[in-house]
């Protein structure tokens, strides 16, 4: 991993902005194109793949050998904006690539958290999930960009281990954001989410291995994602529906309809939720002047409510 100096900050920043803006045009050409419908929550053909300049201002900046199956998973998601990659092929894939992060980091044995050993089947799998929780959180404009950078600078701010590869996943989505918010010129689409989401996972994990804060730290920034993913994924099984069916019954996407289809209003509002509910409860965590299951379960309880009271996961007539 290079040194982050504040000129770097600003090349990767620009970079991205750069890249962004040519997969603007490109995508076009290349048929990456997000048209709408019943499911969507735009209302104009929009280019996707915007998250490549993510990809390439990331594979640029950040040279550990995590960085592998990460970019395996960003050309996966290109692929997959390009032709749609069957299920199957996309979680075998997946699963390989989180096998092989866990495997480059020298810790293929387990982990523990709250003195219960974590078996490594059980970190692929969560590894596995954020990656696809990133990807269907990825649905109004802005959501995915700010919370990227949300916890990535958050990450930084508690004096993480590794805050220059957080620093690059901030600046590259910042370049990125101004392309897709407040209103959208590109999609990220799954090239950019499901890279995000890998690397957010890996770098938790190694997080975890230092031991530079608690663990539970990251889930409670991630707590937006990791909460309407997890409610709304197990509704939708506990009522019968097929994983794979498109929809639009996720607690962010039931509150952009109540908003009238405002997009801006509905991220500015998860990103408050995320300033002044999560991060002191992370912050308070991280210092240990609260136990972290306790802050888990004061953090992550509102949000739970708030999800089955707007009956994510629900059909919607």
């Known amino acids: 991993m290079m040194s982050i100096t504040p000129m770097h900050w600003l090349f990767i920043f620009l970079l991205s902005t750069l890249i962004t803006g040519l997969m603007v045009k490109f995508s076009w050409r290349l048929g990456l194109v997000d048209k709408p419908g019943e499911r969507r929550t735009h209302q104009v053909p929009t280019p996707r793949g915007g998250g490549l300049a993510i990809v390439l201002t990331c594979m640029l900046s950040i040279y550990q050998i995590i960085f592998l199956p990460a970019l395996v998973i960003g050309l996966m998601g290109f692929w997959d904006d390009l032709k749609n990659l069957s299920a199957k092929i996309r979680f075998f894939l997946q699963f390989l690539c989180a096998c092989s992060a866990l495997y480059a980091i ?37 959501i995915a960009g700010m919370e990227a950078i949300f916890v990535s600078l958050a990450m930084v701010l508690l004096h993480t281990a590794y805050q220059d590869a957080w620093l690059v996943i901030a600046c590259s989505s910042f370049g990125f954001l101004l392309w897709n918010f407040p209103r959208a010129k590109i999609f990220m689409g799954d090239v950019g989410s499901q890279f995000i989401g890998f690397m957010m996972a890996t770098l938790c994990v190694m997080e975890w291995l230092h031991a530079s804060i608690p663990f539970v730290t990251a889930l409670i920034l991630l707590g937006i994602f990791i909460v309407d993913a997890s ?3 197990a509704t939708r099984m506990l009522t019968g529906q097929k994983f794979s069916t498109p929809h639009r019954s996720h ?22 939720v995320n300033l002044l509910w999560l991060f002191p409860w992370a912050f308070a965590v991280s210092h240990l002047w609260v136990n972290d299951f306790l802050g888990l379960l004061i953090s992550y309880a509102p949000l739970v409510i708030i999800a089955l009271l707007f009956k994510a996961g629900r059909l919607i007539s």
């Open 106 to 142: 020298n810790h293929f044995h387990g982990l523990a958290l709250w003195g219960i050993s974590i078996p490594a089947l059980l970190v692929v799998l969560w590894m596995m999930w954020l990656t696809n929780l990133y990807n269907f959180m990825d649905g109004i404009n802005g």
């Open 251 to 272: 607690t962010y996407q039931i509150l952009w309809k109540k908003f009238g289809g405002n997009h801006v209003k509905v991220t500015s509002l998860l990103f408050l």
């Open 231 to 233: 409610v709304t994924l």
